[in-house]
């Protein structure tokens, strides 16, 4: 079997037409709302997180900071739009952090539904590349920041590689 080798750019987003994956623009003048087509109207729990989530929704992915991205991909919302984002900054720098630690963005990235990555066998090799070199550069670090990113990113890069062997044996 022969792996789709489709590489994507910061303007593209990967779309599963008929199970192959495609590239489709992405508007980033436009709110997951608006490009996914559902309006969850407000918020049936008073929490800060689902607070957040349905805020999040609404507002265009140009104004998306890395704790909009932790957040959101952590919930599993929106990933076919919010992780090539997320890998955007990444790709600048692995340790973007959110408000948690140095890291926090990559270890959520790596922790998405591993549904998502058999998906999206592009966007896995990218983010494999990403956490490689992240776990690489972790004596960088100053001692603190070193501590917490490496049990994270550990524990998410394990989880990583768990889905990384479901597809390429086929599974999710």
């Known amino acids: 079997m022969r792996e789709n080798l489709c590489l994507f750019t910061d303007d593209f987003v990967p779309l599963i037409?008929?199970?192959?994956i495609v590239a489709m623009p992405l508007d980033r003048n436009k709110s997951l709302q608006q490009l996914e087509g559902q309006d969850w109207g407000e918020p049936a729990y008073d929490s800060h997180l689902v607070t957040e989530c349905h805020r999040s929704r609404r507002i265009p992915l140009s104004e998306f900071t890395a704790e909009n991205l932790r957040i959101m991909i952590g919930q599993?919302?929106?990933?076919?739009?919010?992780?090539?984002l997320a890998l955007e900054l990444l790709r600048g720098d692995?340790?973007?952090?959110?408000?948690?630690?140095?890291?926090?963005l990559l270890a959520?990235?790596?922790?998405?539904?591993?549904?998502?990555?058999?998906?999206?066998?592009?966007?896995?090799?990218?983010?494999?590349q990403i956490a490689q070199r992240a776990l690489s550069l972790l004596p960088?670090?100053?001692?603190t920041d070193r501590k917490a990113a490496q049990d994270s990113l550990?524990?998410?890069h394990d989880i990583f590689q768990?889905?990384?062997?479901f597809a390429q044996h086929g599974r999710a």
């Open 17 to 20: 037409l008929l199970g192959r």
């Open 76 to 84: 599993q919302i929106g990933l076919p739009h919010l992780i090539p």
């Open 94 to 104: 692995p340790f973007t952090a959110g408000d948690f630690y140095a890291g926090d």
């Open 108 to 128: 959520t990235v790596l922790r998405a539904d591993s549904r998502f990555w058999v998906a999206s066998p592009a966007l896995r090799a990218e983010a494999a």
């Open 140 to 143: 960088s670090l100053d001692e």
């Open 154 to 156: 550990t524990d998410a």
């Open 162 to 165: 768990r889905a990384e062997y």
